[in-house]
């Protein structure tokens, strides 16, 4: 059965930095196109970045510059690296798989940014 599990998040103090994880298992790593989402409170979720055809990054523009995506085929794992935070970064962070036989989301890692 496929499986989604983010890792990583907490609380950050403003400018500080987190990675999250997106531990992927029973999906065909190799071929899926993969994403992280974010919700904050109040908020629809929207795009924060995504890898697509294993090599094209796509990021959201409040974020460029600032997170990068990358992911480890050996580990099948997804990654986030989010730099700078502000506490408009503030949000539930979801990972999302996509295959040709369909697409999975993980339940969600929470991110705080707060002094």
């Known amino acids: 059965q496929a499986q989604v599990v983010e890792s990583g998040g907490g609380l950050a103090q403003p400018g500080g930095s987190l990675r999250l994880s997106c531990a992927v298992s029973?999906?065909?790593?190799?071929?899926?196109?993969m994403a992280w989402y974010r919700q904050a409170p109040g908020k629809e979720r929207e795009l924060v970045a995504s890898?697509?055809?294993?090599?094209?990054?796509n990021y959201g523009d409040s974020v460029k510059g600032r997170f990068t995506i990358s992911r480890d085929g050996t580990k099948n794992t997804i990654y986030l690296q989010m730099n700078s935070l502000n506490t408009e970064d503030t949000a539930v962070y979801y990972c999302?798989?996509?295959?040709?036989?369909?697409?999975?989301w993980g339940q969600g890692t929470q991110v705080t940014v707060s002094s």
């Open positions: 999302k798989i996509t295959t040709p036989y369909g697409t999975k």
């Open positions: 890898i697509t055809n294993g090599v094209r990054r």
């Open positions: 029973g999906l065909k790593f190799s071929v899926a196109n």
